[in-house]
Nanobody
Framework: QVHLEESGGGLVQPGGSLRLSCAASGSIRRIYAMAWYYQLPGKERDFVAGITSGGTTNYADSVKGRFAISRDNAKNTVYLQMNSLKPEDTAVYYC??????????????WGQGTQVTVSS
């Protein structure tokens, strides 16, 4: 079993920055892709940013040029640097990691979510 622990959320003024972290622990074999999603109350979870095991990144159009995803494979950790934050970025942010092996199967694990509030 793999457990994901998120940190770094909070309250920030418009134009400010936050850095989210998500660390995996437990019976880790290999972590493939890592990603961040956000969710508004009553809405589905939406993709924010992703990074492959090789370091290729992709972003939702709404965050391109403002957010940056990175990973530290030695620490089994993924980060989301959030700059130029806007009120519409307010949401609960979840990390996701795909863990396993190609022979035994690869499974998606989720963090518990961390609240990001952008408000003056």
């Amino acid at each position: 079993q793999v457990h994901l622990e998120e940190s770094g959320g909070g309250l920030v003024q418009p134009g400010g920055s936050l850095r989210l972290s998500c660390a995996a622990s437990g019976s880790i074999r290999r972590i493939y892709a890592m990603a961040w999603y956000y969710q508004l109350p009553g809405k589905e979870r939406d993709f924010v940013a992703g990074i492959t095991s090789g370091g290729t990144t992709n972003y939702a159009d709404s965050v391109k040029g403002r957010f940056a995803i990175s990973r530290d494979n030695a620490k089994n950790t993924v980060y989301l640097q959030m700059n130029s934050l806007k009120p519409e970025d307010t949401a609960v942010y979840y990390c996701q990691m795909q863990e396993g092996t190609m022979t035994d199967g690869v499974y998606a694990y989720w963090g518990q979510g961390t609240q990001v509030t952008v408000s003056s």
